[in-house]
């Protein structure tokens, strides 16, 4: 991480005292590991990252700036089976996205060598054993919670022997679930990870990486302790559910004889509402062809929020929010929509979009005349300057902002009444054209030309303001308006079902002319509708595609 990359990403990283930052300040206080703070960021590649992960993101990779130490990206790639270049990729893709940089890109791989050697150490101290029970047998020696567990009785074999079949694990003689490489601990231990856990099994799978060299690949919970002491990490942060493995990570630093070895810290994960961050669930969604691919604006996959139209520092400023703790909670995804909606209100453009439209018809007003006139791109911005929009005698207004027979305190337009246009002219509803079936098709207004827009008008008033857009000069559009993906349910394990309605596709909207120059990722504030973003996939040259970011409302405030 270069000096420009740590001031650039300081003022947005976590920076805020929490728990683990009292550990490193006395560690730093007692000098247990001199004056270096050096952590890492450990993902598996089988699969895309989630908001979850930019939680431990932000954290791993904030308290290196915060200390002015260094953080790595370090991929755990002991499972061949489940792992794949595009993971990596894509990871490295969502780091660099939330504004970080890594001091080193490393692998666990880069250890298998060295992992081995210690594992052959272990053996030869009395503290490994080559295992020859099936992975239903070592289930019932193991025991659980109530009852201690059973020895193997391969625990006691000679160490020569041991030796001699990890070696032949490694050449290939054995089949998978033949053999394992187990620790020596104690099987009657309460703590369930500490009953000879195993450290080695024989998987015939090449690897993204190495290829075929290996055929017994390290466990993740013997390979990490030993991939932190490798590299030199001083304090390795992960999630609360390794609490109970820390007393292994211990063990197996202690055993390999390590001086001076990395400290585990564990803070809670991330949990929240209407999002399910289960990368088993979520491989499944796109295994099913249920959401696009991991990248749906739906998912709480970082490439789904980032299509979705959340920006990098929406995110940090969200993990920022919801701070650091050792207690589980779930966290309101009403914060984050709060978080995307503070970034933009200042810097999204604000026009007028009409997605569900319907003709208006002044017919007053001049035919084939156009008339520009002059907006501001954002009220609360004028730095952002203005526009001009095209006025003409023919208009889509929004389906809903007409009724023909309106309840009470209904100001916008039905027969007989006066509404403002916005930036435009009072215009006031005179007939209704309907199609054979009854159907609205048509409104007919006349205008007022005396009542336009920053001329100061000081006449009659009216309650209602409607946007709408030229029906003759504009820019058609595809919308995609989200529901949460997932929603509450008592009887699913996860506590959420799949929303099969989670995705409306609106086809033909009409969008201000000035949307002829949106390119692929820019965002915008469509008058009452929400925030949008330009989709970074299914735009062409010929035809926008839209994604709404988050509406208007902001529940959160008002919790």
């Known amino acids: 991480m270069n000096s420009n990359d740590k001031n650039m990403s300081a003022e947005s990283a976590i920076i805020q005292s929490n728990f683990i930052h009292n550990i490193i300040d006395e560690d730093l206080k007692k000098g247990t590991y001199g004056q270096k703070v050096y952590t890492r960021f450990p993902p598996e590649p089988n699969g895309y990252l989630h908001i979850g992960h930019a939680k431990s993101i932000c954290l791993n990779f904030g308290t290196a700036i915060k200390y002015n130490g260094k953080c790595n990206l370090r991929f755990d790639d002991t499972n061949p089976v489940k792992e794949e270049v595009e993971y990596v990729e894509s990871i490295k893709e969502d780091v660099k996205w939330l504004g970080f940089e890594w001091d080193e890109l490393l692998f666990a791989s880069d250890y298998f060598e060295e992992m081995y050697q210690l594992a052959v150490k272990l053996i030869k101290k009395d503290k490994a054993y080559v295992c020859e029970l099936t992975p239903e047998q070592m289930r019932e020696y193991r025991g659980n919670f109530d009852t201690p567990g059973k020895d193997s009785p391969y625990r006691n074999r000679p160490i020569e022997e041991s030796l001699n079949l990890f070696e032949k694990m490694r050449t290939g003689e054995f089949a998978e ?24 099994r024989i998987v015939h799978a090449s690897h993204h990486r190495t290829g075929d060299a290996w055929c017994i690949y390290p466990m993740y919970d013997y390979a990490h302790p030993l991939e932190d002491a490798i590299e030199g990490i001083t304090h390795s942060i992960c999630t609360l559910e390794f609490e109970a493995h820390r007393p292994f990570y211990d063990w197996v630093l202690i055993e390999t004889e390590w001086n001076n070895p990395p400290k585990q810290i564990e803070f809670a994960r991330l949990e929240m509402t209407n999002m399910v961050m289960s990368k088993r669930y979520l491989k499944k969604l796109v295994d099913e062809k249920l959401v696009q691919g991991w990248d749906d604006p739906r998912m709480s996959t970082i490439s789904g929020l980032r299509r979705r139209g959340y920006t990098p520092s929406s995110i940090r400023t969200f993990a920022e929010k919801i701070g650091v703790s050792k207690a589980n909670s779930e966290v309101d995804i009403s914060l984050l929509e709060h978080c995307i909606r503070e970034d933009l209100k200042l810097t999204a453009h604000r026009k007028m979009a009409v997605l569900d439209p319907l003709k208006l018809v002044i017919t ?23 526009r001009k929009i095209p006025f003409t005698k023919e208009l889509y207004i929004e389906r809903d902002d007409f009724m023909e027979n309106p309840p009470s305190k209904y100001y916008r337009l039905f027969p007989g009444n006066e509404v403002r246009l916005r930036n435009a002219y009072f215009v006031k509803c005179e007939e209704v054209i309907k199609d054979d079936a009854g159907n609205i098709v048509e409104v007919r207004c006349t205008y007022d030309p005396e009542t336009k827009s920053g001329t100061g008008f000081t006449g009659r008033k009216v309650k209602g303001t409607i946007h709408w857009v030229s029906a003759t000069h504009n820019v058609k559009a595809s919308v995609r308006l989200y529901d949460y993906l997932f929603v509450k349910s008592e009887n699913d394990e996860e506590g959420y079902v799949y929303n ?50 988050v509406s208007l409302k902001d529940s959160f405030n008002k919790k």
């Open 364 to 386: 007053n007003y001049p035919e084939g005349e156009v008339e520009y006139l002059d907006a501001e791109n954002n009220s609360e911005n004028p730095e952002l300057g203005n």
């Open 177 to 200: 679930g033949q053999m394992t490489l187990r620790a020596k601990i104690d099987m009657a231990s309460p703590n369930m990870n500490m009953r000879d856990p195993a450290l080695y």
């Open 500 to 549: 099969a309605n989670s995705l409306k596709v609106l086809d033909e909207c009409y969008l201000e002319k000035s949307f002829e120059d949106a390119k692929k990722d820019d965002k915008y504030q469509f008058n009452r509708h929400g925030y949008f973003v330009v989709d970074t996939k299914d735009t062409t040259e010929n035809h926008l595609v839209f994604n709404r970011i």
